[in-house]
């Protein structure tokens, strides 16, 4: 469509379904994303420094520098960064996709995305692996949430998004009803590499929604450092820092 009968088409859809704000449904004056009212906008959290420089846990105060965990090196990936803390509006909107299968939060994950440094701080990757989940959740849901995240922030590598190298091969307790050792214990032996071909040697992009203790991203990249991974990176939309609602 030509530019300024895109505009004028545009601005008619608009008049016809005003676009509601995600947070909050309140009408908005434009479509473009993020479909966030200033009010919900400003709730959002983006994390930055002063944080872990390894795994990206925000601290309080002071300057980057690794956190105890990383200092004890149980991580197995090289960086994580996530967008946002895990507090609405951007939870609601997480469950939403979730659990309510609305797609519509994917374009607003994008322009948040979009607007943040994060993109430049991620290594060129030859693979993008979102988390998977189990065939049977699969069939549940209709589609995978890390898949959507990963080419909806990712939009630039979307080509180089893989979905059959990693898989789920046990359906597992949810995440959320367990507490840090018992997340690590319910994830230990559930992921498998059925090309590990694939990622001997490659730069990996792991993606997943939200990262609570890393147990979930840590334990895939147990797998792809042991099939040979040169380098590990992992985005995950949101970062919890208390037990919350997170189900897979
Ligand atoms: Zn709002
Ligand atoms: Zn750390």
């Not at 898949?147 to 597992?172: A, M």
């Not at 590990?196 to 334990?219: E, F, K």
């Amino acid at each position: 469509m030509h530019g300024a009968a895109k505009t004028i088409f545009g601005a008619l859809n608009d008049l016809l379904f005003p676009p509601l704000c995600l947070g909050c449904q309140q009408r908005l004056a434009s479509s473009r994303p993020p479909l966030l009212c200033l009010e919900c906008f400003n709730k959002l959290i983006f994390i930055h420094s002063p944080l872990c420089l390894l795994c990206g846990t925000p601290f309080p105060g002071g300057a980057d520098h690794l956190c105890g965990e990383c200092l004890s090196g149980r991580h197995f990936f090289d960086l994580a960064r996530s967008l946002c803390l895990y507090c609405p509006p951007l939870s609601d909107l997480i469950l939403a996709l979730k659990f309510n299968g609305r797609l519509t939060g994917i374009t607003t994950f994008r322009a948040l995305f979009d607007q943040s440094p994060l993109f430049d701080i991620f290594t060129t990757p030859d693979i993008i692996l979102p988390v998977p989940l189990h065939k049977k959740r699969l069939r549940q849901r209709g589609f995978n949430q890390a898949q959507l995240i990963s080419s909806g922030c990712f939009l630039q590598w979307r080509k180089k998004i893989v979905l059959d190298v990693l898989t789920r091969h046990r359906l597992t307790t949810p995440q959320a009803a367990l507490s840090g050792s018992k997340r690590r214990k319910n994830v230990c032996d559930v992921f498998s590499l059925s090309r590990p071909d694939q990622v001997a040697g490659a730069r990996v992009l792991l993606i997943d929604d939200v990262y609570t203790t890393g147990s979930t991203v840590n334990a895939c990249s147990r797998l792809l450092r042991k099939a040979g991974a040169e380098r590990i990176e992992v985005f995950t939309l949101a970062r919890s820092l208390g037990s919350v609602k997170t189900n897979r």
